[in-house]
């Protein structure tokens, strides 16, 4: 068993040591310097983090009140949520009676598009008239049959006193709350084109499958092959062929005949003439005979539909503002055409508040404090670490490079410059947002002073187009500064768990992580390999009918959600029931039932360890009181800071290392620095010389004991009952070698012996004088008797040795548990005794009551006084006194 090693204690002086039977108390203890110290600042730095857990908590709680003030997130999802749905849902097409039975989902072909743009979409949107109930006429005729109602009388217009003079519905609002801004901007993304671009069979010669394929080729680039994500919404390559429809200027006739133009790319315009007359107070459109698509002939050529093979992405993008919450939107509906033939559909919604601080007038004070709460901990934690900085270098003769590398540059101060710079970063995020946020307030406030009954379309389509990028940047600057915000979080999270593993209790489990870390690499090797196969698999399986198993990054999303039970297994068998049933049986039987369970008991196996280690420790309320009365007696002058005490040696040796080195070695010579021997005295006169400060003699050697203890407890390694077991098998294995040792050396000396009498064998034997013989055979006995011998004490010396220390751990066992027997002898004993007298109490008390039934009214005041004396007697009396005769 490993024995924890003595510290160099100079002979005669050594301190008593745990199980001596005698302490030395000749001379007065001493103890390492460097191993003083470096107990003093494990203890600075203990107390520091501890100190730094409710500041940390602090941070945490300031910072996610001001995240949720600043983004109010629950306000954005209602007004995004309610646009999205309205889009999706609303905007209906192929009309049957009075109800449109498709949806956006239902865009299916580039005529699905326009029909679902022109019919679904537009009149939904724009909405200049106040909009009445379907069958409302129907409605009147069922009421009136005689004298029915004219519907088409209705005003298109009404005004509400509550709401003012104005006529309502106001031009461009939306869903009655919001209001878009300026029009609708339509672009696209469009594909190269050219005959080198197509792929087809290298045996066919070119000028054949060109004269069978007709057209040259359009690959995407991106190729929107699978579902569109957010990010691919987000982000637009090379805007093309972009048209504006101006709701704020034109009437929905006048923008559902320039819809038409970009379908038919400005086809039959000379019977459109005819068909088409301008209404009064618009300029006129259509009927002039000119195109209304402005990019349907770019370049000089003959005008086409403003969708055609090359078009790989199709936006439609228009803002709204909300007055309500005071909220921009940035509304795209988006239509991918992948080289499939598929259409995928996205429409994406992004928002940012007008405002800095949103939200009610205490809403707004609740997140500027908050706001400065954050920034004053985040500055103080950027002073620490400087301060910390500057005292690692001023403490070391190195250069500062040398002792940053050496002295400062560890995990947990990573962790602090981590979260400081996240921290900056999101700061940095904030300031980006303001500007931003200032610009398109500006931006629209001079869009609201446009005089709409003056301006051409020219002059409207460039200003509205200018704020349209504007808020367009808002809201990518907006989800940077969220995205952001969602980081800072997961690095706090790291500072908590610095705070707790200062404390023992609490550091249960980053100390679990560590020491399971080796087994677990070695299982992730294992558990990965794994799991890399079966991804690999179930995209040979999968990939082909499954679009979320189509590609290796999406394979391994959804077997992980596979792996804790999120599966569509219908949709997975799809590709057959065995195959699918045999990929499932594997996938679960390796990677949950076995791989998954072998991690749990790695954890399980370090966590036991560690907390049968931490159990001894020192618990969080008891480090807080011991740090409460340190700061107390440090208040009364009973005892002096630690940080002086550093302080006074430092001033004495000048080099932290030195001062913590308490072995000699190069650079580090004895008896000098950390490797010199001091007493409670030394520490007495260090501080008082250095420090002026007076320490107390109980603190001074209270801290070498505790210094003491905490060195030896590192080299510590409790004796238990799987340490017997360890050693026994040692024993045994021991044995097993020396048996076989010995049977070989036997087996051997029987082979190279002889029978003297063996004539025939005697032949062949060289003459040699008999005393040679014999002289030989002395010495190869006397060489097998020294080994026989070595092993033999070594053997005993071992048992004996092994012996003796399970003979001793045994005899302190028994020790121990004869203490507890007998303790628990003489419970029972007390608690017999103690049986016997309430039975003593019981009968006499009922004796008393029966006496009191029978005796007479006058005897009452006697019979109080029996009850009273035996119930002092019980509660009071020695185990002597007696009541009544009876024996309590």
């Known amino acids: 068993a490993a024995s924890p090693q003595a510290p160099p204690w100079p002979s005669g002086v050594r301190a008593a040591m745990p199980g001596d039977k005698k302490a030395a108390p000749q001379e007065e203890e001493k103890v390492q310097l460097g191993i003083y110290l470096n107990w003093v600042k494990a203890e600075l730095d203990?107390?520091?983090?501890?100190?730094?857990?409710?500041?940390?908590?602090?941070?945490?709680?300031?910072?996610?009140?001001?995240?949720?003030?600043?983004?109010?997130?629950?306000?954005?999802?209602?007004?995004?949520?309610?646009?999205?749905?309205?889009?999706?849902?609303?905007?209906?097409?192929?009309?049957?009676?009075?109800?449109?039975?498709?949806?956006?989902?239902?865009?299916?072909?580039?005529a699905d598009f326009w029909s679902w743009f022109r019919i679904g979409f537009l009149p939904l949107m724009v909405q200049h008239s106040w909009g009445y109930s379907e069958s409302l006429q129907d409605g009147y005729n069922a009421m009136n049959a005689t004298s029915p109602f004219d519907a088409g009388t209705l005003p298109g217009e009404r005004v509400d006193p509550n709401l003012g003079p104005n006529a309502l519905p106001i031009r461009n609002d939306y869903l009655h709350h919001n209001r878009i801004i300026g029009g609708f901007r339509m672009r696209q993304e469009r594909?190269?084109?050219?005959?080198?671009?197509?792929?087809?069979?290298?045996?066919?010669?070119?000028?054949?499958?060109?004269?069978?394929?007709g057209k040259p080729c359009v690959p995407a680039d991106p190729s929107y092959a699978l579902s569109p994500e957010v990010t691919q919404a987000e982000m637009f390559g090379e805007p093309a062929r972009v048209e504006w429809l101006l709701p704020g200027l034109d009437s929905v006739r006048r923008m559902q005949m320039k819809v038409v133009d970009m379908e038919d790319g400005c086809s039959n315009l000379t019977d459109k003439v005819a068909a088409v007359r301008t209404p009064p107070g618009e300029e006129p459109f259509g009927g002039d005979g000119t195109?209304?698509?402005?990019?349907?002939?770019?370049?000089?050529?003959?005008?086409?539909?403003?969708?055609?093979?090359?078009?790989?992405?199709?936006?439609?993008?228009?803002?709204?503002?909300?007055?309500?919450?005071?909220?921009?939107?940035f509304v795209s509906v988006n239509f991918f055409f992948n080289r499939a033939g598929m259409i995928y559909k996205f429409v994406d919604v992004r928002s940012a508040w007008a405002a800095t601080f949103p939200g009610e007038l205490w809403e707004r004070v609740a997140a500027l404090i908050c706001d400065l709460t954050w920034l004053v901990s985040l500055t103080y934690i950027l002073l620490c670490e400087v301060r910390e900085i500057i005292k690692?270098?001023?403490?070391?003769?190195?250069?500062?490079?040398?002792?940053?590398?050496?002295?400062?540059?560890?995990?947990?101060?990573?962790?602090?410059?981590?979260?400081?710079?996240?921290?900056?970063?999101?700061a940095l995020c904030w300031l980006r947002t303001y500007f931003a946020t200032q610009e398109v307030n500006a931006e629209f406030e001079r869009f609201a002073q446009l005089n709409v009954t003056s301006i051409s379309h020219a002059a409207y389509t460039d200003e509205i187009e200018s704020f349209v990028e504007v808020v367009e940047t808002l809201c990518a600057t907006e989800g940077i500064y969220r995205i952001s915000f969602s980081v800072y979080p997961m690095v706090v999270m790291l500072r908590l768990f610095k705070s707790f593993d200062a404390q023992p209790r609490l550091a249960v489990v980053t100390r679990t992580l560590a020491t399971s870390t080796q087994d677990m690499i070695h299982f992730f090797i294992i558990f990965f390999s794994c799991y890399a196969c079966m991804v690999v698999?179930?995209?040979?399986?999968?990939?082909?009918?499954?679009?979320?198993?189509?590609?290796?990054?999406?394979?391994?999303?959804?077997?992980?959600?596979?792996?804790?039970?999120?599966?569509?297994?219908?949709?997975?068998?799809?590709?057959?029931r065995l195959p699918c049933a045999i990929w499932f049986w594997a996938f679960l039987l390796i990677l949950f039932l076995i791989l998954l369970n072998i991690l749990l008991a790695i954890l399980m196996d370090a966590y036991g360890e560690v907390q049968?280690?931490?159990?001894?420790?020192?618990?969080?309320?008891?480090?807080?009181?011991?740090?409460?009365?340190?700061?107390?007696?440090?208040?009364?002058?009973?005892?002096?800071r630690l940080n002086e005490i550093w302080s006074a040696f430092f001033k004495a040796i000048g080099d932290e290392k030195d001062m913590l080195t308490f072995e000699a070695s190069a650079g580090f010579l004895p008896e000098q620095g950390g490797r010199a021997y001091i007493t409670a005295k030394d520490v007495i006169d260090r501080a008082k010389q250095y420090m002026r400060v007076d320490v107390p003699m109980n603190q001074a050697k209270?801290?070498?004991?505790?210094?003491?203890?905490?060195?030896?407890?590192?080299?510590?390694?409790?004796?238990?009952?799987?340490?017997?077991?360890?050693?026994?098998?040692?024993?045994?294995?021991?044995?097993?070698?020396?048996?076989?040792?010995?049977?070989?050396?036997?087996?051997?000396?029987?082979?190279?012996?002889?029978?003297?009498?063996?004539?025939?064998?005697?032949?062949?034997?060289?003459?040699v004088l008999e005393d040679d013989c014999t002289e030989h055979r002395m010495l190869v006995a006397d060489a097998v008797k020294g080994v026989v011998g070595t092993l033999t004490e070594e053997i005993s010396s071992t048992l004996t040795r092994e012996a003796g220390t399970f003979s001793k751990r045994q005899k302190g066992l028994e020790e121990t548990q004869t203490e507890m027997l007998a303790t628990a002898r003489d419970a029972c004993a007390t608690l017999e005794r103690l049986r016997a007298q309430t039975d003593v109490v019981v009968r006499d008390l009922q004796h008393l009551a029966l006496h009191k039934q029978r005796s007479a009214a006058g005897q009452a005041g006697a019979a109080a006084s029996i009850a009273a004396s035996v119930l002092a007697g019980f509660a009071c009396g020695p185990p002597e006194a007696a009541v009544g005769g009876s024996r309590l």
């Not at 189509?550 to 599966?567: E, Q």
């Open 612 to 640: 049968s280690q931490a159990a001894d420790k020192i618990s969080l309320p008891t480090q807080i009181s011991e740090m409460v009365r340190r700061a107390r007696q440090t208040q009364n002058k009973q005892r002096v």
């Open 291 to 329: 195109c209304l698509c402005r990019t349907c002939a770019e370049g000089g050529r003959a005008p086409t539909p403003w969708i055609d093979e090359q078009t790989q992405r199709a936006e439609i993008a228009f803002v709204v503002y909300n007055w309500e919450y005071g909220l921009y939107s």
């Open 537 to 576: 698999n179930a995209v040979l399986l999968f990939g082909q009918d499954y679009e979320d198993f189509s590609t290796f990054d999406r394979a391994v999303i959804t077997c992980f959600r596979t792996l804790f039970g999120d599966w569509d297994y219908e949709r997975m068998a799809e590709v057959g």
């Open 191 to 213: 594909s190269s084109i050219g005959y080198d671009l197509c792929r087809m069979p290298s045996a066919i010669p070119e000028a054949k499958w060109r004269s069978w394929l």
């Open 392 to 426: 690692v270098i001023r403490s070391s003769r190195a250069s500062w490079y040398t002792s940053l590398r050496e002295d400062y540059l560890e995990f947990w101060n990573t962790v602090d410059w981590i979260s400081i710079i996240v921290a900056y970063v999101v």
């Open 46 to 110: 203990h107390e520091s983090a501890c100190l730094e857990l409710p500041f940390t908590i602090l941070l945490l709680l300031s910072f996610s009140a001001l995240a949720y003030l600043h983004l109010r997130q629950s306000d954005v999802l209602v007004v995004e949520g309610a646009i999205r749905f309205d889009i999706q849902e609303n905007a209906n097409f192929a009309w049957a009676i009075n109800f449109g039975h498709k949806t956006i989902f239902d865009v299916n072909s580039i």
């Open 702 to 767: 209270r801290g070498l004991k505790m210094a003491r203890e905490a060195y030896l407890a590192k080299d510590f390694v409790p004796y238990t009952i799987e340490n017997v077991h360890m050693q026994m098998k040692k024993i045994e294995h021991l044995t097993k070698l020396v048996r076989t040792e010995v049977v070989q050396t036997a087996n051997t000396m029987k082979r190279y012996d002889f029978d003297e009498n063996d004539d025939e064998f005697m032949h062949k034997v060289p003459l």
